[in-house]
């Protein structure tokens, strides 16, 4: 990813000519896409780029998206993506597709993944949501550590991984039903926890609420909440805190 520090320092290494900087700095912030109008400089600002929310769209609009950051040389995430996204983009060069994180991706380019991102599911049905964690976090440049099937109702399984979840820039927890495993995680670790309520449970879980309140409501401190089946937006924050960890 290319933020607009390490496009001064290529400048003043020598790497890129000033037209090259020039052209960089002053191209078109707005890249048209049909109907859409995406942010074409925000990697440039955030070092991280625009990503797509594939849920609600069209596979054709979808496509034209995906074929517009590709032809600009942006990578590519795509997010809840279902099948019918997915084959409407199979022909793009590079372009990957997880079913179970409903994660399209096109890499920009390789690059050694840096630091620890800790991601934790509760149960099994919450994997989905863990893994559009993890898999947002490896796609900008972190190295993540899985572990699944934590919840609550074994605490025993967590102390085996004490040290994966100690050595983390930063830990998401992923958990439904009653939503208790990101407090107890905060309790154990020492970076900050990243709670992601899912919406698994039964009817008095009201889709994800009866968790998104627990882990709101939470004792412990230190442990942040993101929006139900928010996976992409902990995985990013993860990524966030890990790559300005691991630089400081």
Do not use: W
């Amino acid at each position: 990813m290319t933020s607009l520090d390490s496009l001064l320092e290529a400048f003043r290494k020598g790497r890129i000519d000033a037209e090259d900087l020039k052209r960089r700095l002053t191209g078109e912030s707005i890249l048209k896409a049909g109907f859409s109008r995406l942010d074409n400089q925000r990697l440039l600002r955030r070092g991280l780029p625009e990503t797509i929310y594939c849920k609600d769209k069209t596979p054709d609009q979808v496509r034209e998206i995906v074929l517009a950051m590709s032809r600009a040389g942006q990578p590519v995430l795509g997010t809840k993506a279902g099948p019918e996204h997915a084959q409407a983009v199979a022909d793009v060069e590079g372009l990957s597709y997880n079913p179970v994180s409903q994660l399209l991706t096109v890499p920009a380019g390789k690059c050694e993944p840096t630091g620890k991102v800790a991601v934790l599911s509760a149960g099994a049905a919450d994997l989905p949501v863990a893994e559009e964690a993890a898999g947002t976090a490896e796609f900008f440049g972190s190295r993540v550590l899985r572990h699944f099937d934590c919840g609550v109702a074994g605490l025993h399984r967590l102390m085996d991984i004490l040290d994966d979840l100690s050595q983390a820039s930063a830990v998401v927890v992923a958990a439904g039903m009653d939503g208790a495993l990101p407090s107890v995680v905060g309790g154990l670790c020492p970076g900050p926890v990243i709670a992601v309520p899912t919406s698994t449970g039964y009817g008095a879980s009201f889709g994800g609420v009866s968790a998104l309140l627990a882990m709101l409501n939470t004792c412990s401190p230190g442990v942040v909440v993101v929006n139900i089946d928010n996976g992409f937006g902990a995985g990013y924050a993860a990524h966030v805190i890990n790559s300005k960890r691991t630089t400081s």
